[in-house]
Nanobody
Framework: QVQLVESGGASVQPGQSLRLSCVVS????????MGWYRQTTGKEREGVAA???????SYADSVKGRFTISTDKAKNILYLEMNSLKPEDSAMYYC??????????????????????WGKGTLVTISS
């Protein structure tokens, strides 16, 4: 059974940093792409950062220069380092992976519906 378990969400003040982790287990094939997505009430889920099997990375414009996605392939962990957090970064953050077909990081970022497996999310709240 494939499981993705996110952690690291918290309530912090603007300007502070957080690191999200996503532990992946149960995969029988190597992921073609992985990503972080976020969603707030009443809005569609949006891509935040994604990485493909060639280690190419794509970021949403709103987080470029502040967020960094990385992987520990040996441990099957996906990370999202988030710096200079803003109130508008508040959301439920999800990790996801796609194993069926080759996909660029940009495609994974822009089309969350094509990801195969999802975690249940971790909540990030930025407020003063």
């Amino acid at each position: 059974q494939v499981q993705l378990v996110e952690s690291g969400g918290a309530s912090v003040q603007p300007g502070q940093s957080l690191r999200l982790s996503c532990v992946v287990s149960g995969l029988t094939r190597s992921p073609k792409s992985m990503g972080w997505y976020r969603q707030t009430t009443g809005k569609e889920r949006e891509g935040v950062a994604a990485i493909d099997e060639d280690d190419d990375i794509s970021y949403a414009d709103s987080v470029k220069g502040r967020f960094t996605i990385s992987t520990d392939k040996a441990k099957n962990i996906l990370y999202l380092e988030m710096n200079s957090l803003k109130p508008e970064d508040s959301a439920m953050y999800y990790c996801a992976t796609q194993v069926r077909a080759r996909m660029s990081a940009y495609q994974a970022l822009k089309a969350p519906a094509i990801m195969d497996y999802w975690g249940k999310g971790t909540l990030v709240t930025i407020s003063s």
